[in-house]
C-alpha cells in the first residue's frame, strides 16, 4: 500500500511539472513571437542614422526617388521627456503614499485609499487621457480658444503620473510591510525618532522592492499609446525647450501608431523599427527590475 501511495505521489508530481512546463511555455510563445517579429522586420532599418535623424518626410520610393527612411530621434527624446516628468510626479507621491499606508494607514482614511488606488489601477489608460483632457480644458480654456497647455508635454505627462501612481504605491506599500515589525521596535527602542525609523531604516530596507515598483511603473507608462493619441500627437521635430511644456513633441508609441497605418513604405519601415526598440526598451527594464530584486544588487546601493 505505500509503494502504490508513493508511486502515485510520484506521477502526480511529474504530471504537476509537466503541466507547470507546459503553461509557461505557452505563457513565452506569445513573448517570443513578438519579439521575433519586431526583430525579423525591425532590424532591416537599424543604423546609427535610424537613431540621430528625426522622423522623415512621408514618400513611396516605389514612384518617387531619394526616399528617405530617416529615423526616431525625435521620438526617443520625447518619449524619455515623457517618462522622466512623469516619474518625477508619481515617484515621490506614490512612495509616501506606500509610507502614509503602511506605517499609518490602518484607519478608514488608509482603507479608503487602498481602494482607490486599486481603482484608479484597474481604469483604462484612455479613459486617464480623457479625464486629464477635461481637467485642462476647464482650467486653461478661455471661451473658444483652447490654451496650448490642453494638448501638450504637460498634460500627457499628468496622464502617465496617474496610470504609474497606483502601481507605486501599493508596490511601495507592500514592500515596507515586509520589513519586520521588530526592526521598528528595535530602532524606537533605542530613541530614534518615528519619521527617522521610516526613512532611514524601514524605506531603506525596502528600497529593492521600491525600486522594482518603480520600474514596473515606467514600463507601463512607457508603452501607453491611447491617452497620448488625446493629450499628445505629436510632431515631425524635436523638442524645443525655448518653448517649454506647453508644446507636443514626438513619442515612440504615437509614431509607430501614425507610421504603421500611413500607407507610405518608409513610415512602415521605420514603424517596425521603432516597435523593436520600444520592445527591447521595455525589455531592458524589465530585466533592471528582477535585478533590483536581487540581495546582491540590493546591497551594491548601500
Known sequence: MRFDRDVRRKLFSHAMAIACLACVAIAILPLGDILYTSAVNGLKVLSFQFFTQNSPIPCDPRFQTGCSFGGIYNSIQGTLLLIVI???????????????????????????????ADVLAGVPSIVMGVVVFSLFLLLFQDGYITSDYVLSVLSASIA????????????????LRLVPT?????????????????LRIVLRSARSAVITGGLLAVARAAG????????NPGNLFPFAPALGLHQTTASLPISIYRWIVSPYPNWQADAWGATFVLVILML?????????????FGAALR
Do not use: H, K, Q
Open 284 to 296: 531592458g527594464i524589465s530585466v533592471a527590475a528582477r535585478l533590483a530584486l536581487r540581495e546582491r
Open 86 to 116: 512623469a516619474a518625477g510626479i508619481a515617484l515621490p507621491v506614490g512612495i509616501l503614499c506606500g509610507i502614509y499606508l503602511s506605517e499609518f494607514g490602518a484607519n478608514p482614511l488608509g482603507n479608503a485609499a487602498r481602494f482607490f
Open 160 to 175: 502617465l503620473a496617474f496610470i504609474m501612481l497606483p502601481i507605486v504605491a501599493r508596490t511601495a506599500e507592500e514592500a
Open 224 to 231: 501607453e499609446t491611447a491617452p497620448l493619441i488625446i493629450l
Open 182 to 198: 521588530t526592526t521598528r521596535e528595535a530602532a524606537l527602542a533605542l530613541g530614534i525618532p518615528r519619521y527617522r525609523v521610516v
